[in-house]
């Protein structure tokens, strides 16, 4: 279990890319303005089946898929369905042969992806290759309104369905907005309920992963199989108003992630590791577990392998990098919703360096964010005035790192772009207001790998 492992980037679509790539964000250019990930670095996928792995990826998230480029390499890849009756995409998964049944409500597709797993490691995999599998849950992620039993577990005494069902709206991607731009204020209560949901959400994930687990044990397969457990991003809930969910800002509580690593032949049981670790590193830890040593594959990371760490007890780095870039979804959202807010305030980028120490947050606006960890783990109290050596050290540090990226710049190619038709006439009209003001330069042509 690594504890302080951080993620490169903020939301679904760089992150994932850094976790397929090895690359920093800056140095994929799968990001806020660039929603697509080219085609000039590997992915783990590729470098995995050019070494013999049969490799399928099974995700309940649009963002990770073909549509994005992030799922390049993949032999296999299934998109699986969170809505109730939709057409199952995959003929070999039929509802009648279901290892795990649903004992009531529906969650958002976690336990229809296991199954979909299930049925593939029963029904395709014939067992003379080994297999890389790529698993991706949309829960938790907001809305967050998870199934019985895991949703009245964490919720506060006397929270009825009705109260708990207002509360999951105000995570919702205009409720967001809302926050954000102060037409919403949630009162603690609320922040409670939204939470204590959260962690049914999570509840409910653990569960499948669980019965995955179960069925791997049951296999044989478990204990040679390398198991990696991590997540994209967190989620903010009320600790720095007026941030919700996630963008915007790069607070522990949305970029400290869980990773979790299991391997018995090499990674030693029960083992918490302090030191820094990054999602970047995964790619990296891969090719060290399984064996492959081949430069052409490890010429084009960022991460470093965690072998060390977990074998050796060693830190193999001593600093966390964070990038984000407002994306043009996030202010198309908002100008469509309030269409008089000023968004430039939401229009900046951030690069962070985190040490165990420190975290210093450098803001394109001119803001500076320093927090003792140690001292202030929930990131309340901003001491950059009062420590500008450490403001100024640190900063030297994170110039040293950005300038040593390979960095790309692919343009401005958002996912907007490619889904105009379906905007009615106020939401055109917001998109073409910020292309106005500069907040998105349109391209002529597009150009795409076949």
Not at 195 to 214: E, M, P, Q
Not at 236 to 262: F, N, S, T
Not at 401 to 423: A, H, K, N, T
């Amino acid at each position: 279990i690594f504890l302080n492992n951080i993620v490169p980037g903020v939301w679904t679509l760089p992150s994932h890319a850094s976790l397929f790539t090895g690359r920093y964000v800056s140095g994929h250019g799968a990001d806020a303005h660039c929603e697509y990930l080219m085609v000039d670095f590997p992915t783990i996928a590729e470098i995995l089946g050019e070494n013999g792995y049969v490799t399928v990826g099974f995700s309940n998230n649009g963002w990770v898929s073909r549509r994005t480029g992030v799922a390049r390499g993949f032999q296999e890849y299934y998109l699986i369905s969170r809505r109730v009756g939709k057409e199952r995409v995959v003929e070999w998964f039929y509802v009648e042969e279901e290892r795990f049944k649903e004992t009531g409500e529906q969650d958002r597709g976690s336990l229809r992806t296991v199954n979909a797993v299930v049925g593939w490691l029963e029904r395709r995999w014939d067992g003379s290759r080994p297999f890389f599998i790529f698993i991706n849950f949309i829960e938790p992620h907001g809305p967050y309104w998870p199934p019985q039993p895991f949703r009245t577990k964490y919720l506060p005494p006397n929270t009825s369905e009705e109260e708990a069902r207002s509360v999951t709206k105000l995570s919702s991607t205009r409720e967001c907005v809302d926050i954000r731009v102060g037409a919403l204020r949630l009162s603690e209560r609320e922040w409670m309920i939204e939470k204590a949901l959260y962690d049914g959400c999570t509840a409910t994930v653990d569960d499948r992963i669980g019965k995955l687990f179960t069925y791997l044990e049951e296999k044989g397969l478990a204990d040679e199989t390398l198991i990696i457990i991590t997540s994209d991003h967190g989620d903010v809930q009320g600790e720095h108003e007026p941030h919700v969910e996630h963008h915007l800002c790069a607070y522990d509580e949305l970029v400290k992630v869980p990773l979790i690593i299991r391997y018995p032949e090499v990674v030693p049981k029960g083992a918490k590791i302090k030191w820094l670790s990054q999602t970047v590193d995964i790619p990296a830890t891969i090719l060290d577990v399984v064996g492959i040593k081949e430069s052409k594959y490890w010429k084009t990371l960022h991460g470093r392998s965690l072998l060390p760490a977990m074998v050796e007890g060693k830190p193999v780095r001593d600093f966390a990098l964070i990038e984000y870039h407002t994306s043009v979804q996030q202010l198309f959202h908002t100008w469509r919703r309030h269409p008089e807010y000023d968004i430039r305030r939401f229009n900046y980028w951030i690069k962070a360096i985190r040490t165990l120490k420190y975290k210093y947050i450098w803001y394109s606006n001119g803001k500076d964010e320093l927090y003792d960890l140690e001292e202030d783990p929930k990131e309340k109290k901003n001491i950059a005035k009062e420590r500008p050596d450490v403001v100024r050290q640190l900063k030297e540090k994170l110039e040293r790192v950005l300038m040593s990226i390979d960095q790309v710049d692919y343009g401005d190619w958002p996912m907007l772009e490619r889904r105009r038709e379906q905007f009615g006439a106020e939401a055109l009209k917001a998109y073409d207001r910020l292309r106005a003001w500069g907040f998105y330069r349109k391209i002529k042509e597009a150009k795409l790998p076949t």
